[in-house]
């Protein structure tokens, strides 16, 4: 299971005003920055109540005939989704990504806030695609929460659009590290 985020913020980190506002996204999202290939490749999305709402008041459902998981304890009413395949689902993340795994699911984009940062902090986050915007909001809903630990990146590739767009791609290889070390702690 690969479990990737692919997101645009504010060059001060923020993905959201604090309204959760997206206005300062470029209409569409701009120029072609890989989306359509990515989202091509995802099995499922997993996201957050509050992003669902805010995709809610899209003019277009965005995410086609993908399988969307909404993350909430919490029921309510999928009839205002136009065309989507939507579900809910509660749980931590491990146990989330568990589920899927065993629907099939081989790859999860993860989107939302909270979402991103919950599943960052429960170390099941194995990709991240983060597109700059050219703009400074100065407060809104950070990207990156508090983390438990360092998280270790390797930089995979940066790309720059003539919009002023900067997509980079990174693996996380922290995972890897503490598997290595509890590999040779169990003396495997």
């Known amino acids: 299971m690969t479990v990737s985020v692919f997101v645009g913020a504010s060059v001060d980190g923020f993905i959201a005003r604090p309204n959760g506002a997206l206005d300062f996204l470029p209409p569409g999202g701009g120029e072609p920055h890989g989306y359509d290939e990515f989202i091509a490749s995802v099995d499922a999305l997993v996201i957050g109540r509050n992003t669902f709402e805010t995709v ?19 029921p309510f009413d999928f009839a205002a989704v136009r065309g989507g395949h939507v579900e809910q689902m509660a749980g931590s993340p491990a146990e989330i990504v568990s589920k899927l795994a065993a629907s099939g699911a081989q790859h999860l984009y993860v989107d939302g806030g909270i979402t991103i940062q919950r ?28 983390l438990p630990r360092d998280v270790r990146l390797h930089h995979m590739a940066t790309q720059h659009y003539p919009s002023g767009l900067v997509k980079s791609e990174y693996q996380v290889v922290a995972h890897l590290q503490q598997a290595s070390h509890q590999a040779a702690h169990d003396g495997t």
């Open 56 to 74: 809610l008041a899209f003019p277009e459902w965005p995410y086609g005939d993908k399988r969307v998981v909404v993350l909430s304890s919490r």
């Open 119 to 146: 599943f960052l902090r429960a170390g099941l986050v194995q990709r991240l695609i983060i597109t700059r915007v050219p703009v400074l909001i100065g407060e809104g809903i950070p990207l990156f929460g508090t």
